[in-house]
T-cell receptor, first 115, second 116 residues
């Protein structure tokens, strides 16, 4: 399968714990995005990488959130000291800079439940 | 600031009926892009179409058609002869050509249920 891959697909954690999600984009894609989707809502932009550089972060990304893309390939999204309000689906998407379609290729998401 | 409004939260139709999903957007930019994505129960968002702000030609792809009207800031999506497999949540989205990348703003989605 050569699509965007996200792990784990589901994570249940207790409030206060740290969690980390991983995203493997389509291999030739140099742009990577993280979105968050809560129940009944559309995805909300969190952050964007071009290669290894994090070029934009949403105000939704509090200090407890950190995202990395160390070698311009896979990315991790870590949430420290989780709160119940962090419960959501975390979506990763990738795209290729030179492509003109504007299409984002999404993974199936990582669902976080904070108890 | 960008905003996308999908006023229809849920729609149910009987198979083979036509259905139109509404989308209204707001943006201050003169150059922008509009999208429709489909999110089936599996959760993965699937790209359906992208339109540029300077191209108001309507588009048809099989049973799908899109009506872009800049004068009313609308980008509606019609499914003709709906099928059960069309059941999903559909998102309209908008992006500015900011910094050469797509910071996409999504609407809240319309859940379509096609009843056999």
């Amino acid at each position: 399968d050569t699509g965007v891959s996200q792990n784990p697909r589901h994570k249940i954690t207790k409030r206060g714990q740290n969690v980390t999600f991983r995203c493997d984009p389509i291999s030739e894609h140099n742009r990577l995005y993280w979105y968050r989707q809560t129940l009944g809502q559309g995805p909300e932009f969190l952050t964007y990488f071009q290669n290894e550089a994090q070029l934009e972060k949403s105000r939704l990304l509090s200090d407890r959130f950190s995202a990395e893309r160390p070698k311009g390939s896979f990315s991790t999204l870590e949430i420290q000291r989780t709160e119940q309000g962090d419960s959501a689906m975390y979506l990763c998407a990738s795209s290729f800079r030179a492509a003109n379609t504007g299409e984002l290729f999404f993974g199936e998401g990582s669902r976080l439940t904070v108890l | 600031a960008q905003k996308v409004t999908q006023a229809q939260t849920e729609i149910s139709v009987v198979e083979k009926e036509d259905v139109t999903l509404d989308c209204v957007y707001e943006t201050r930019d003169t150059t922008y892009y509009l999208f429709w994505y489909k999110q089936p129960p599996s959760g993965e968002l699937v790209f359906l179409i992208r339109r540029n702000s300077f191209d108001e030609q309507n588009e048809i792809s099989g049973r799908y058609s899109w009506n872009f009207q800049k004068s009313t800031s609308s980008f509606n999506f019609t499914i003709t002869a709906s099928q059960v497999v069309d059941s999903a949540v559909y998102f309209c989205a908008l992006s500015e050509a900011k910094g050469g990348y797509q910071k996409v703003t999504f609407g809240t989605g319309t859940k379509l249920q096609v009843i056999p």
